[in-house]
């Protein structure tokens, strides 16, 4: 079977993966540039503090939303088990998303193993140049790429997944990669550990 990746996004309570916590993970897996269907995985996780005004308007996520969902430690873990072997592909994931899981696994003292993602900014530098000015957030990776999001929802996690991974999808095939993305460069986060598999 070839390489399968799971593209990922989280929603937090703020910028600082120090300072705030995660309220929701979405996840869709793909094998050669193409979305599995009816392979994907989405929770909302219930932080220890209440989630601002702010963090509702711009993600919609309420306190209501995650007042019975898992916590961190739950949902992290349902996580992996979703993720097994997999690659992680988040954008902009070396600097915020490895660091909000790394954190939350740290920080809980969870049993934890190294998974290695791939940050999809590098999908879109390798399509469109690092030229100082050319811009590689997601939403002038999506307009480039004519995607939009499930319902048009950004700054949901569902929605910023179902989007990303058809503009990943996209720019493999325009970039002509391997099954196995080999020539993008990858990193390391941390997940639960893989409960024991007969």
Known sequence: MSAAFVVFDLETTGLSHCFHEIIQIAGA???N??????????????????ISSFITSYTGISNRDVAKAPSISDALTAF????GDDVLIAHNGQRFDAKFL????????????PVQLIDSIHFS??????????????DVVLARMNVTT?????????GDVSGLAQAVG??????????ACSVIPRTQTLLPRLAKRP
């Open 150 to 158: 499930l319902d048009g929802r950004r700054h949901d996690a569902r």
């Open 125 to 138: 530098k390798r399509l469109f140049g690092a030229t100082r000015g050319t811009g590689h957030g997601l």
């Open 102 to 113: 790394s954190s939350a696994c740290e920080s809980r003292r969870l049993k934890a193993r």
């Open 80 to 83: 992996s088990e979703f993720v």
């Open 29 to 31: 897996r793909m094998r």
């Open 170 to 179: 996209l720019m493999w095939r325009k970039l002509n990669l391997d099954a």
């Open 33 to 50: 540039g193409e979305v599995v269907t009816g392979e994907s995985f989405s929770s909302y996780v219930r932080p220890e503090t209440a």
